[in-house]
């Protein structure tokens, strides 16, 4: 396939220095075709939660009913796994977790649930967590191995952290805002009293293996350490901690933090960078089908091993093809309803479907758009374990090849070639309606 698009390309170059210098068209001499052409039928969504026909596995004259059991309203949810696009093909590992299929660990107070490669091998790089804190609920004073980058979903989040210097830091963050810690710094998480819910929010750290329920918890440390050893480190009567938990907190009630809370004062000084972010604050560049605001180390310094992209896309719009060069996507689903086809070479492609509250997934490299395929806004972040965001758009691309080049491999008219646009677009409208 390689050779022989290289030497259509040098053909139609050839083609196109042999035509007239005043002719701006390469389309002078049209070589044959090699392969067949691909199939002009679309193959749009079939169902979404509003149908009321029941979803079949049929697509154009292929598959058939379904007679044996059916779970209706995840055929209704997943219309293009039943069904799937003719375009797919091969094998492509599941790229979707809904939060709602994660176990969920209840404590007074909240919740946690989480997706990480035990529920989804693909994830490799990125793992989840989606908690929620009742007001003044505490997330106990804990570390990881890992780095913690969050966005508020809901409510506000008072966080605390000390470093590695004795540099310490208090801040608190509302909805769409983000908060980072490097892996081992100490921190803590406690809703406010803003919002009477108090709070939710998602957490995605730097490796797919991560497990929320292996982290490093002061109560479950001092748990497991002879009481006279605590003593003589704290330099204390062994009868000062009579009264600590005897197993681990993890989540638990406590009293709403007061406005204006300060950290104590620190003869180290606080943290030379701040560890939140207020990314709703930031400015949402406006795209013909959409928005898209993104933030990495550029803006939030101390965010050195993770970037996002939080887009918004209208109805009947799409974020363009594109991939990203080196770093694995992670998603997560806000609001309204996507398709994304996962493009993996070798002819491998896979569609999946989401809802708010899914996780995604895309491997570096890996081609894919993100489709609204809903009538209300959709709302998603991209994630990625990197300090600088980058994308490639197969628009740009083109539109910035020679064109005889890219015409030799796509058979495109000149019209259609000049107008590619060599910015990227990042967000699409609704294609033009055929006549
Ligand atoms: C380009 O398309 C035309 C039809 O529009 C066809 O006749 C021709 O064979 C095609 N060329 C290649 C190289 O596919
Ligand atoms: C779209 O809008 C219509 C009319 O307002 C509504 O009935 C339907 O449930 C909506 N949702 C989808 C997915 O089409
Ligand atoms: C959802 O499905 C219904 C019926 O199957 C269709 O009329 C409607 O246009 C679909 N909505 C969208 C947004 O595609
Ligand atoms: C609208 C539609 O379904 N178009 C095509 C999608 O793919 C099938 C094959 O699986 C074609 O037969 C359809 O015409």
Same mark, same amino acid.
Do not use: M
């Given at each position: 396939m390689i050779a022989l698009s290289?030497?259509?390309?040098?053909?139609?170059?050839?083609?196109a220095a042999a035509a007239a210098p005043a002719s701006p068209s390469v389309?002078?001499?049209?070589?044959?075709?090699?392969? $067949?052409f691909a199939t002009d039928d679309p193959n749009y969504t079939l169902w979404n939660e509003s149908s009321t026909s029941t979803p079949e596995a049929i697509r154009g004259t292929l598959g058939s009913t379904v007679i044996g059991p059916q779970n209706v309203p995840i055929d209704l949810e997943n219309p293009d796994l039943l069904a799937p696009p003719s375009t797919d093909a091969g094998t492509i590992g599941n790229a979707k977790w809904p939060m709602g299929l994660s176990h969920n660990r209840l404590q007074t107070g909240g919740w946690a649930r989480q997706q990480n490669e035990a529920v989804m091998p693909v994830a490799t790089e990125m793992a989840g967590v989606n908690m929620r804190l009742e007001v003044g609920a505490i997330r106990e004073l804990h570390w990881h191995k890992t780095d913690e980058w969050a966005y508020v979903l809901k409510g506000s989040v008072q966080v605390s952290a000390v470093d590695q210097n004795g540099q310490n830091y208090l801040g608190t963050v509302g909805a769409g805002d983000l908060w980072y810690f490097p892996a081992g710094v100490p921190h803590s998480l406690q809703a406010t009293a803003d919002d009477p819910d108090g709070c939710e929010f998602l957490l995605v750290f730097d490796d797919g293996a991560f497990s929320e329920d292996a982290t490093f918890l002061l109560t479950d440390w001092l748990a497991h350490v002879p009481k006279e050893v605590i003593a003589k480190n704290?330099?204390? =009567? #062994? /009868?000062?901690? =009579?009264? #600590?938990?005897?197993?681990?907190?993890?989540?638990?009630?406590?009293?709403?933090? &007061? =406005?204006?809370?300060?950290?104590? %004062?620190? $003869?180290?000084?606080?943290? &030379? %960078?701040?560890?939140t972010f207020k990314m709703s604050q930031v400015a949402?560049?406006?795209?013909? !089908? !959409?928005t898209v605001k993104v933030v990495d180390s550029r803006t939030f310094?101390? /965010?050195? +091993?993770?970037?996002?992209? %939080?887009?918004?896309? %209208?109805?009947?719009?799409m974020r363009e093809l594109h991939w990203h060069p080196t770093q694995d996507e992670w998603n997560y689903f806000l609001g309204g309803t996507a398709r994304i086809t996962l493009f993996g070479?070798? !002819?491998?492609?896979?569609?999946? =479907?989401?809802?708010? !509250?899914?996780v995604g997934y #895309? $491997?570096?490299?890996?081609?894919?758009?993100?489709? +609204?395929?809903?009538?209300t806004t959709l709302h998603f972040l991209e994630i990625f374990k990197t300090n600088i965001y980058q994308d #490639?758009?197969?628009?740009?691309?083109?539109?910035?090849?020679?064109?005889?080049?890219?015409?030799?491999?796509l058979n495109l008219s000149d019209e259609v070639i000049a107008g590619l646009s060599k910015t990227k677009q990042v967000v699409v409208g609704p294609a033009p309606s055929s006549s």
């Open positions: 290289a030497a259509y390309a040098l053909f139609a170059l050839a083609a389309s002078a001499a049209e070589p044959e075709a090699t392969v $067949p704290f330099q204390t =009567d #062994i /009868s000062a901690f =009579d009264h #600590i938990p005897a197993q681990q907190l993890y989540i638990f009630p406590s009293a709403a933090p &007061p =406005d204006n809370a300060q950290a104590p %004062e620190n $003869p180290q000084g606080t943290v &030379p %960078e701040a560890y949402a560049t406006q795209l013909s !089908g !959409g310094p101390v /965010s050195v +091993n993770t970037a996002v992209a %939080e887009v918004t896309v %209208e109805p009947g719009a070479s070798t !002819g491998n492609a896979r569609t999946f =479907d989401y809802q708010p !509250g899914d #895309i $491997p570096a490299s890996y081609g894919h758009y993100v489709e +609204n395929t809903g009538n #490639i758009s197969l628009t740009q691309w083109l539109a910035l090849t020679p064109p005889a080049l890219v015409k030799a491999h």
